[in-house]
């Protein structure tokens, strides 16, 4: 007796268990989406150029008019690169507009006032963004207060150094020129296209470094074990730990590393406003932290892309300068600032609940 | 329950101690104490008013106490400030209120104690409830700047392309009457006085707001170059957004032909009158309304007289003057130097 039972498999049914009926078009583009979270706020920022070049007409299309955006968001730009980094670790950073302008009214300060040469003087400056940062970071690693509860206290301490350090008084745009006008290197402009409208489309200095920071980071992000042990920690802080991660130490490296694009930040910064201006930048914490939620990183820590923050102020420029252009008053621009953000994170919310 | 009685006990032995030597003191030199109670101490504006008050208490013999809130908007701060001049016995109190409506009360419980309250550069809500309020006429101010851009442009002023660069979206009542006082004094219907925006004008290309800073001064005018590159006079609310506006004409190559005005008068704004970046600015004077209101404390704690207020205002108006290197027919003005010689920051 030799009977083959098995045989009998060869005729059986050899499919597994899957779902029933095809995916609709939105299903696609869900599960397209979750595979690909950086592709949203790409998508938003196509979709609203093309949208308010329709309402705004050709002025808004025009090379001048893409450029200044890019001016305008420049600085936020940067300062949502280090908020970036530190919601990943699933902290935030209120600070990071304070550290900035207690930065570059150091740089002002020592260049202008006390003459010291420039160079010097933003070297100094920029240090001490990174002290600032440092200060953060080890508030929230050896004292183990929450990072709002950090950055909303540091906030105020820095902002009020501000004020004590230069008693309100800007340091005028004529007296960086004479003293030291390497300050402003980044209000620096290359001008490429005769334009249509009667100017030139100016890309500046500052623009250009805007860009090199996020490629820098998006590099260091995907590239380099810190920042694969930034996601992590991010992530989860006691998984992360169990691999061998020394979390508190990559914790601190991030916020000494905030503090640094801050300081960066800052010396743009005098660029763009052509002053060194204490009163400036007063929100504008709050519009880096704008541009990384709607850049679609998760304020819960270990998920999203740093250059999605980039759209994610690119959007939040173009929405603003498009509204103006269509002319709405500043009141409107505000309020559909805000619609954007509960927008932006409605999407992430609906692609997160992604059926796989 | 012992340790409370105790602390009960020396707590009120200390109060009779305090209030024994404050008696002493006053019967002694028969000196008159006054408060001054600002925002903050670190914007220029009120360093130099508690200059002015200082050196004209010392003048008059009067003892004078500073107060400032921790930041702008620190109502809290100012409240115990009020309280604590008014248990030291103090004759008057000059008051710049962060938060103009909820402070009200406590002035009033103040003036039922006999004190005079003066509210210097900022009205309170109603404007009533101070005994008088020494500040900048903002209107006139704003007027003096849209008479003197008219007058500069001449026929030009009829088909002129004007960017408003306000204060901020809550329009606070600051920023509304120099806009308002700009249009009037341009020749410009406001329609409701009441807020700014509201106009028809062809003549006006649009309102953007600065939040009084360089930064947003320099959004704000990129924003209204970009609805019309040909944009020839420049209303802003301050020194500093006017020198904002001033980098974004510069990048575009149009600093030349545009016409900007502001108000304040502060040191750093004098001086971009001078270098040509600002036509013309109303200066408001800080140390005037503080050597005053001390004036009027004296008088109070020494026949009982209060302060007028200047005839048709609801208020008693500290003067303003339109500085310029530039002086036209019809708009009364100080030069450059006496500018710079009465600035304050």
Not at chain 1, 201 to 212: H, P
Not at chain 2, 50 to 71: F, H, M, N
Not at chain 2, 282 to 292: C, E, G, V, W
Request: some cysteine; overall charge negative.
């Amino acid at each position: 007796m030799a009977d083959n039972f098995e045989a009998e498999l060869d005729s059986s049914d050899t499919s597994v268990a899957e779902f029933e009926g095809h995916r609709s078009l939105l299903d696609k583009f869900q599960h397209f989406l979750h595979a690909n979270p950086a592709m949203v706020p790409v998508i938003i920022l196509a979709v609203s150029i093309v949208g308010f070049g329709l309402v705004a007409g050709e002025r808004f299309f025009s090379p001048f008019t893409l450029g200044l955006i890019m001016q305008q968001v420049a600085i936020v730009g940067i300062l949502a690169c280090a908020q970036t980094l530190v919601i990943l670790t699933a902290g935030i950073d209120l600070s990071v507009g304070a550290v900035m302008v207690l930065s570059y009214v150091v740089m002002g300060n020592l260049g202008v006032t006390y003459g010291m040469p420039a160079g010097f003087a933003i070297i100094i400056g920029i240090l001490v963004g990174m002290a600032c940062g440092m200060l953060n970071g080890v508030l929230v690693t050896r004292l183990k207060l929450p990072p709002f509860i950090v950055t909303l206290g540091s906030w105020r301490i820095f902002l009020a150094s501000v004020f004590l350090y230069t008693g309100s008084q800007s340091i005028r745009s004529q007296d960086i020129d004479a003293e030291a006008p390497a300050l402003k290197f980044f209000g620096g402009k290359v001008t490429f296209i005769d334009d249509l409208i009667g100017f030139n489309a100016n890309i500046t200095y500052g623009v250009v470094l805007m860009l090199v920071i996020f490629l820098v980071f998006w590099y260091l992000l995907t590239n380099t074990a810190w920042g694969r042990a930034v996601y992590a920690v991010g992530d989860d802080k006691d998984a992360a730990e169990l691999a061998g991660i020394r979390s508190d130490r990559i914790l601190v490296s991030v916020y000494v590393v905030a503090g640094f694009i801050c300081g960066i930040a800052a010396w743009a910064a005098i660029g763009r406003v052509g002053s060194v201006s204490p009163s400036s930048f007063q929100e504008a914490n709050l519009e880096s932290i704008a541009a990384v939620v709607i850049g679609g990183t998760s304020l819960f820590g270990g998920r999203g892309a740093i250059l999605g923050s980039l759209f994610g102020a690119l959007i939040v420029g173009v929405f603003a300068a498009g509204l103006r252009l269509a002319g709405a008053d500043p009141q409107w621009v505000l309020f559909a600032s805000g619609c954007l953000i509960i927008l932006a994170v409605s999407i992430d919310q609906w692609i997160r609940r992604v059926s796989v | 329950m012992k340790l409370t009685s105790k602390l009960i006990g020396s707590t009120a032995a200390a109060t009779v101690a305090g209030l024994l030597s404050a008696t002493g003191a006053m019967a002694d030199g028969h000196a008159v104490s006054a408060c001054l109670i600002t925002k903050t101490d670190i914007n220029p504006f009120f360093v130099k008013m508690k200059e002015g008050a200082t050196a004209k208490a010392e003048e008059l013999g009067i003892s004078l106490q500073s107060y400032a809130g921790k930041v702008d908007g620190d109502h809290e701060t100012q409240v115990q400030a009020i309280e604590t001049c008014v248990a030291s016995g103090a004759k008057g109190i000059l008051l710049t209120a962060s938060d103009t409506k909820a402070i009200v009360p406590v002035v009033e419980a103040a003036r039922a104690e006999g004190v005079l309250v003066i509210a210097l550069d900022t009205p309170l809500e109603p404007i009533s409830a101070a005994d008088a309020t020494f500040a900048t006429d903002n209107f006139e101010a704003g007027r003096l700047i849209g008479a003197w851009a008219a007058a500069t442009l001449g026929d030009a002023a009829a088909d002129a392309k004007i960017a408003m660069l306000d204060l901020n979206e809550s329009q606070p009542s600051v920023g509304v009457l120099r806009d308002q006082g700009f249009l009037t004094g341009f020749g410009i219907d406001v329609k409701d006085v009441s807020k700014w925006g509201d106009e028809d004008d062809p003549r006006i290309v649009g309102n953007d707001v600065t939040s009084g800073n360089e930064e947003g001064g320099r959004k704000a005018m990129e924003n209204l170059l970009l609805k019309d590159p040909d944009i020839n006079v420049v209303y802003t609310i301050n020194e500093p957004s006017a020198a904002g506006a001033y980098e974004t004409l510069k990048s575009f190559g149009k600093e030349e032909g545009v016409l900007i005005v502001s108000v304040d008068g502060g040191c750093p704004g004098v001086k971009d009158v001078e270098a040509g970046v600002i036509g013309a600015t109303s200066q408001q004077y800080p140390l005037l309304m503080a050597s005053l209101g001390i004036e009027a404390i004296a008088a109070w704690a020494k026949d009982g007289t209060k302060p007028e207020n200047t005839p048709g205002l609801d208020f008693f108006n500290t003067g303003v003057s339109l500085v310029t290197g530039e002086a036209v027919d019809g708009v009364p003005s100080i030069g450059i130097a006496e500018g710079l010689d009465r600035c304050w920051g």
